[in-house]
């Protein structure tokens, strides 16, 4: 809360009820006219307004958070629009804020500092937080940082060891940051799986959520089981366009007739939005699986 006698530009955190985006203002902001950035392009979108094309799949959006220097404040959504606005907190400077995926991706392109409290106090990153943020996506810088985004540096993969020229930029808009060990966890093309969780604890019957991860790792299963996840069946699939077109095939199916009293805090990892109430059950996820030609 604001005190008489505090500092004019201090930030105090609000909730826009419409929307439930948080947001931290400051009076000088609500003297220019603030308005909700999620609301604003939320109605954007509705208009018709297309800026950011494609989908971003949750691997993407994951890696473009930690070169930003982002924390989500909600879920992401897997295979969000790069028009999807997203509730974030700095990891600077705190600051809570509302931008597209493209909007933060180009933040990243024109400043490297999507956030607007930093962009707007022309902060700097330092060499350490850049190098911080390449070590988290598992690479060692070893080129001085020259404060431009879009120049390549030097890095070494710290886990095979493989020498890669990798701009903040490319990392930023989805670039594996090793091409040898995340070439297929960001790879479209890769082979992908579709995945059922029931979860015994949400709702009066439980209800199961049907999801698509890649084949590299097991992360996502491991959230998952992680929060109360019983995983059903993973079936896996050539690449993850038909992954993502089994998902869809099974919500059409079963959301209508159950839907799921499920909110995005009953489900830290995200898939709320993929969920169905357990009483009608659940599908054999094998029965969608594409079969190979035969001749
Ligand atoms: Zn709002
Ligand atoms: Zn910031
Ligand atoms: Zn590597």
Redesign the pocket.
Known sequence: MLRPGGDARARFRVR??????I?DVSLPMLHKGW??????L?SLTASGWVQGRGSWSLERQEQLMTVAGLRPLSPLLDNALGDQPVNVECTTCGGAQ?NSLFGFSEGVRLSWMPCSFCNSQRFKPTAEMVSERFATLGLTLTSAWPGDPTVGLDATCSRCGTQRIVSCLALGSGTPPCLRRDGRRLDPEAPHRVYLFFFPRLGPNGVFKVGITHCVDDRRLAQHTAVGGHLVQVVEVADRATAFAIETTVLRKFQPIAPAPVTPADLPYGGASECWDAFVGHPDLQQWVPRPAVD
Request: aromatic share 0%; proline share 7%.
């Open positions: 826009h009820e419409p929307c439930g985006a947001t308005v909700c950035q999620a609301c604003k939320a509302t």
